[in-house]
């Protein structure tokens, strides 16, 4: 079997199982969204009823800062040079409830780079503009088996049966973004991150200007996506774009408000924005549950049933849909690129909690 053949077949079998398992998420996530487009900011009493209370939400999350705040265990991002110098110390958790109470530990307000978290919110943005089927023709919503930044993975499938959590989905899931020039594109998209987040957000400048001079392989990839017929237009625009997203900067408290925003329909439950209809979020949460954590995104839905997305800057979010959602951040990853001590506390917080949306409760 030639090279070419046998990454197919890997691919077909790996797809196969992504598949299924964005079904179960879907299925698993619809009711408990879709109720919620035009709900109270105040959650119904069945939901409420679901959910621990105020004293238990909080015991949770510090158990889990106390457990995990001393643990020594990663290394921080440093093929981008800037990321090299962030504080392998840093450490913040917040859960979102649907009531809009917000439950932290840590350091909850130090800003770090959203990084590859913003894939999710750009995708958001398309296919809030342009349906489901648009990112699915155009990029595919399969998990590829490959490195995040993979070349290989465009070339099998001259682009295509990919998804918008690794780098060639990505840049032309960005490229996607309507606008009649760059500025009009990057106000969409960070007005959409705004209504997730509930307050305006910024571009941390050195991250920028570190990534851009740094970005060659993206640069690559984004001419390979145009190459063939992927992004439509001016891939070098695309990528710049796409490098000055993942430069955003966010907190840990930022990155469970747009957590929450997806588990509640769409609708941000402090400032009541609605950020996308709520149709549309058990599609993000489908890609984000098949490849949200790179190389590891199978382990993670095996052990917690959490649609979740993580980025080098050292951040996680993650999404119990219909009852809370969570942001942690520490810069220290694993070999996946994940962070370690994110990974650890929101896996305890959703389990005291009772998150897991595969988990059916006993009677």
């Known amino acids: 079997m030639t090279t070419h053949a046998s990454i197919r077949a890997a691919r077909s079998r790996r797809r196969r199982m992504a598949s299924a398992i964005a079904l179960l998420t879907m299925i698993a996530t619809q009711s408990a969204i879709a109720q919620k487009t035009k709900a109270p900011a105040k959650p119904p009493a069945a939901a409420a009823a679901n959910m621990p209370s105020p004293a238990q939400i909080q015991a949770a999350v510090d158990a889990a800062y106390n457990k995990y705040k001393n643990l020594d265990s990663g290394k921080v991002a440093d093929y981008i040079p800037i990321l090299g110098k962030a504080d392998p110390k840093l450490f913040g958790i917040a859960v979102v409830t649907a009531d809009g109470k917000v439950y932290?530990?840590?350091?909850?307000t130090k800003e770090v780079s959203i990084q590859s978290i913003s894939k999710v919110f750009t995708?958001?943005?398309?296919?809030?503009?342009?349906?489901?089927?648009?990112?699915?023709?155009?990029?595919?919503?399969?998990?590829?088996?490959?490195?995040?930044?993979?070349?290989?993975?465009?070339?099998?499938e001259k682009g295509a049966e990919i998804n918008p959590m690794v780098n060639p989905g990505a840049i032309t899931t960005t490229s996607m973004v309507g606008g009649a020039n760059a500025d009009a594109i990057w106000q969409k998209i960070i007005g959409t991150y705004n209504d997730f987040a509930g307050r305006n957000l910024s571009v941390l400048d050195e991250v920028y200007q570190s990534e851009?001079?740094?970005?060659?392989?993206?640069?690559?990839?984004?001419?390979?996506?145009?190459a063939y017929g992927h992004i439509h237009d001016n891939p070098a625009q695309a990528t710049d774009i796409y490098t000055k997203q993942c430069a955003v900067g966010v907190n840990a408290k930022d990155l469970g408000m747009m957590a929450a925003t997806l588990a509640f329909g769409g609708r941000n439950p402090v400032t009541g924005?609605?950020?996308i209809d709520a149709v549309h979020v058990p599609s993000v949460l489908a890609v984000m549950a098949t490849a949200g954590l790179y190389d590891d995104s199978g382990k993670w839905l095996y052990h917690t049933g959490l649609p979740a997305k993580s980025g080098v800057g050292g951040g996680i979010i993650a999404v119990s849909p219909g009852k809370f959602g969570i942001g942690v951040v520490s810069p220290p990853l694993d070999a996946a690129g994940n962070s370690v001590r994110a990974q650890r506390a929101i896996a305890d917080i959703s389990a005291a909690l009772g998150g897991n949306p595969y988990q059916v409760a006993k009677r």
């Open 212 to 226: 851009a001079a740094t970005n060659q392989r993206n640069q690559a990839i984004g001419s390979l996506m145009y």
């Open 104 to 108: 932290t530990a840590g350091d909850v």
């Open 273 to 275: 924005k609605q950020a």
């Open 123 to 156: 995708m958001a943005r398309v296919i809030q503009d342009s349906g489901e089927m648009a990112i699915e023709n155009n990029i595919g919503v399969d998990a590829t088996g490959m490195k995040f930044n993979s070349i290989i993975a465009v070339e099998v």
